[in-house]
């Protein structure tokens, strides 16, 4: 067997001991004879699984009891809508436009009302996150959405923004529980799981009880309401049980790890190793402003697009995957998620320099 070190943006790497686990339970999950996979929803196995996946997200992310977490299937694009559709009780959102992502959801919400491009960081290619402390908050706006890690340019907020009283909802795919958030900071919260927790294919919704309402957008689809899979504990639909049960798993290998404070540092300290050789290197520069530099993302060129594709494929032939930069940004990014190891990203910064001497 041999592993690559996988820099992917997602679908990511994952905790090889997760895999192992996974791939040990395949045939016989726990005495039950069968995989997750051929189990029903309503089984005491899988009930098991659901429960305890969520009791350890939510200590993880330290969730107050006025929270509700929901394991949605379907990708954030379905959140791009879902979320409009459910929260504009005055039909007025904003948006901080920070990145594809974010532009692809305020596109979405325009369609269920009136949602105001806030601010936005297109003008210098999505490089920085706009200065949110004083923005021109609509008065009856239902909240302020964010993407608050931008998967694609390699940004994150810092500091949130100044919503002005407002409800914030931000997508955190990219940057879900790399780091302890403050829960209460946020009226909603939703991010893809396929990048730091399991497999594509389903959302975990973290959304404060009160904005759970039967009133929705009329038309919302009965599965699109919140507050049919809040009622229903996740469980209206056959749930996505296979990402379930692996990011329960991964929720575990967290806890083992030592919890999100411990990952933060572990974060800060791989993507150290990748921003300092770049701020040394005379080859390669890193994309983004330095205090808006994401620890997950890290997007990084050459200058020159021969030799970025030359250094692509080398690294691909070294088992350095996946480093091709997002197709609206050219150069490479290097997706440094809780699973990648810190030897990867040492691999990756000790082959870069060996490139750069190689290549003068
Ligand atoms: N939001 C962010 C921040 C992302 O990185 C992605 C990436 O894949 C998406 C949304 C879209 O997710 P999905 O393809 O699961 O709908």
């Known amino acids: 067997m041999s592993r690559v070190y996988n820099f992917?943006?997602?679908?990511?790497?994952?905790?090889?001991?997760?895999?192992?686990?996974?791939?040990?339970e395949m045939m016989d999950y726990n005495g039950t004879g069968m995989s997750v996979m051929e189990m029903s929803h309503r089984s005491k196995a899988f009930e098991e699984i659901l429960e305890t996946a969520e009791k350890d997200f939510r200590e993880l992310l330290k969730i107050p009891d006025n929270y509700k977490v929901l394991f949605l299937s379907g990708g954030a694009h379905h959140q791009f809508a879902a979320v409009p559709m459910n929260l504009m009780k005055n039909g007025v959102a904003d948006y901080i436009v920070t990145g594809q992502w974010a532009k692809k959801a305020y596109a979405e919400a325009q369609k269920y009302g009136t949602a105001n491009k806030i601010a936005s960081s297109e003008d210098q290619t999505f490089s920085y996150i706009p200065d949110c402390s004083?923005?021109?908050?609509?008065?009856?706006?239902?909240?302020?959405?964010?993407?608050?890690?931008?998967?694609?340019?390699?940004?994150?907020?810092?500091?949130?923004?100044?919503?002005?009283?407002?409800?914030?909802?931000?997508?955190?795919?990219?940057?879900?529980?790399?780091?302890?958030?403050?829960?209460?900071?946020?009226?909603?919260?939703?991010g893809g799981v396929q990048k730091n927790i399991g497999p594509a294919g389903m959302v975990?919704?973290?959304i404060r009880e009160d904005l759970i309402r039967d009133d929705v957008l009329p038309g919302t689809p009965t599965i699109m309401k919140y507050k049919t899979q809040a009622d229903a504990g996740s469980l209206y639909n056959t749930p996505n049980c296979f990402c379930i049960y692996v990011c329960g798993k991964v929720f575990k290998w967290l806890k083992k790890m030592g919890?999100?404070?411990?990952?933060?540092?572990?974060?800060?300290?791989?993507?150290?190793?990748?921003?300092?050789?770049?701020?040394?290197?005379?080859?390669?520069?890193g994309t983004v402003?330095?205090?808006?530099?994401?620890?997950?993302?890290?997007p990084f060129v050459?200058?020159?697009?021969?030799?970025?594709?030359?250094?692509v494929k080398e690294a691909t032939a070294a088992g350095l995957v996946n480093l091709k930069g997002h197709r609206t940004v050219g150069g490479m990014r290097a997706s440094i998620y809780n699973a990648m190891p810190k030897e990867g990203v040492e691999?990756?910064?000790?082959?870069?320099?060996?490139?750069?001497?190689e290549n003068k």
């Not at 909240?143 to 407002?166: M, R, S």
């Not at 402003?289 to 890290?298: A, Q």
């Open 347 to 357: 691999a990756l910064v000790a082959f870069m320099k060996k490139f750069e001497e």
């Open 289 to 298: 402003r330095k205090e808006d530099r994401s620890l997950m993302n890290v």
């Open 204 to 206: 975990i919704a973290v």
């Open 134 to 190: 004083d923005l021109p908050i609509s008065e009856n706006a239902d909240y302020v959405y964010i993407c608050e890690n931008n998967t694609i340019y390699g940004t994150k907020f810092k500091t949130l923004p100044n919503t002005k009283g407002k409800e914030l909802v931000a997508d955190v795919s990219s940057c879900f529980l790399s780091e302890p958030m403050d829960v209460t900071r946020y009226g909603m919260f939703y």
């Open 259 to 285: 919890g999100l404070e411990v990952m933060k540092q572990r974060n800060e300290e791989k993507a150290a190793l990748l921003y300092d050789y770049l701020d040394s290197s005379s080859m390669f520069r």
């Open 302 to 311: 050459t200058g020159d697009k021969d030799l970025d594709a030359k250094f």
């Open 8 to 24: 992917s943006a997602g679908p990511a790497v994952l905790p090889e001991e997760v895999l192992q686990e996974v791939a040990a």
